[in-house]
């Protein structure tokens, strides 16, 4: 069973899964189809990604235009200070972000929709994250924003941040409206 413990920016939404623990471990279900639809999130995922990082690596912020995608993300290994900011054209929060720490532990799975660029920091030694996504993953679609972009006014959870050329050479959100 899911519960939604909290909405963010209006559409993100962060659901915990019952975590059934013995002497052994636990058991949990990550994605139910049937529950998703009851709660009205979508359940057409057609690719399953993962990556794994290090303490401090900054991700992001990623978002697909063609076709739009959106993603239920959560983290198998580690802890993740998770960044979405609202890139949707009209939208009453775009340009807004919101700030979500993930981790093995807490068991979050966040529902981030179409619109959102998608970004995160390390916090543990290595963090694996799992994403469902509900499109096929385009190149010329992707689209980045500076996740150090300070008009966006993002605190990050690091002061020596590990990022990619690519990411560090992205465009402000200015700079792609």
């Not at 995608?69 to 200070?81: C, D, P, S």
Request: hydrophobic fraction near 40%; proline fraction near 6%.
């Amino acid at each position: 069973m899911f519960r939604i413990e909290q909405t963010l920016l209006n559409d993100i939404i962060v659901l915990v899964p019952d975590r059934y623990r013995d002497h052994r471990g636990y058991f949990m279900e990550s994605y139910r189809a049937d529950q998703f639809i009851a709660m009205g999130l979508p359940t057409d995922f057609v690719q399953d990604n993962h990556s794994r990082s290090m303490r401090n690596v900054v991700r992001g912020l990623h978002f697909q235009i063609d076709p739009p995608m959106g993603k239920l993300l959560r983290v198998t290994n580690g802890a993740i200070q998770l960044v979405e900011v609202d890139v949707r054209t009209g939208s009453a929060t775009y340009g807004e972000h919101a700030t979500l720490d993930v981790t093995e532990e807490n068991a979050r799975l966040v529902w981030i929709p179409p619109g959102f660029a998608n970004g995160f920091c390390v916090l543990s030694d290595e963090a694996d994250v799992h994403y469902k996504c509900t499109a096929i993953y385009n190149p010329s679609g992707e689209r980045a924003v500076n996740p150090l972009d300070p008009a966006l006014h993002i605190t990050w959870k690091t002061d020596t941040p590990c990022m990619s050329d690519k990411d560090r050479l992205a465009p402000t959100l200015a700079e792609i409206t």
